[in-house]
């Protein structure tokens, strides 16, 4: 199963009021492992950047000049997440500026059905809160002290950790895992002999008061169905 955490910062809080994203970050995961591709894209956005953003993610419209504009990796950031499973902290953030960069392209939106929440994810099983990435990562004992500012690509791979954690996913090395056959492992499968049987936990005088008791039942104890007594 292919799943993309995705990331992105902006110059403001509304796309439908001119904000545009300036930066995407995305870590491809395989089966909840990262996989070790990602994807990093600085955006210009052509237009001035506020100070309260700045403050934020530290992106300057000076750097970012240097940058493609988001028609130019359009395409690169739709083949790269393709149809995959969308993990995004307050999805509806990412997704809104996400989708609104593409329509004023005339290309299809991402569903929103391909997205899923981790905020809401955190909120039903931490309802106490708080719920930002920085609480989820104090939680969980996940290193975040490289994140003085927000990044795309570095609160992408922080969620990617989380994530996991809210799904339980560190536990996945119990699980049940498919063999090479492709059949999966269970109780029932064929193990192999110790190599040097367990001592018995029951001494020869115990087996024979164990032995006496059962003949003193008779010939129709319901024991001698599953055990083999020795000859009297």
Not at 28 to 51: C, F, K, Q, S, V
Not at 119 to 140: E, F, K, Q, T, V
């Amino acid at each position: 199963m292919r799943e993309i955490v995705l990331d992105t910062e902006t110059t403001g809080l509304n796309p439908a009021g001119g904000d545009r994203v300036v930066e995407i970050g995305g870590v491809e995961l395989l089966n909840h492992i990262p996989t070790g591709r990602n994807l990093h894209l600085y955006i210009n956005p052509e237009r001035d950047m506020p100070a309260e953003a700045f403050a934020v993610h530290g992106l300057s419209i000076e750097f970012l000049a240097n940058y493609p504009v988001f028609a130019d990796i359009a395409d690169q950031f739709v083949e790269f997440v393709a149809d995959s499973k969308l993990i995004i902290h307050n999805a509806s953030f990412d997704m809104g500026f996400l989708n609104h960069e593409l329509e004023t392209l005339g290309r299809a939106p991402i569903p929103y059905a391909q997205a899923v929440d981790t905020l809401m994810l955190a909120r039903r099983r931490h309802p106490g809160g708080p719920n930002n990435l920085d609480a989820l990562c104090s939680r969980y004992g996940i290193d975040n002290s490289r994140r003085d500012k927000h990044g795309a690509l570095l609160d992408a791979e922080l969620l990617a950790e989380v994530y996991i954690e809210l799904i339980g996913g560190r536990q996945a090395a119990l699980s049940l895992v498919e063999t090479a056959s492709g059949s999966r492992g269970g109780a029932d499968e064929t193990r192999s002999a110790r190599p040097v049987p367990l001592a018995p936990l029951i001494s020869e005088t115990e087996k024979a008061a164990h032995a006496a008791f059962i003949a003193k039942l008779g010939p129709d104890a319901i024991w001698r169905k599953y055990r083999t007594l020795p000859e009297e």
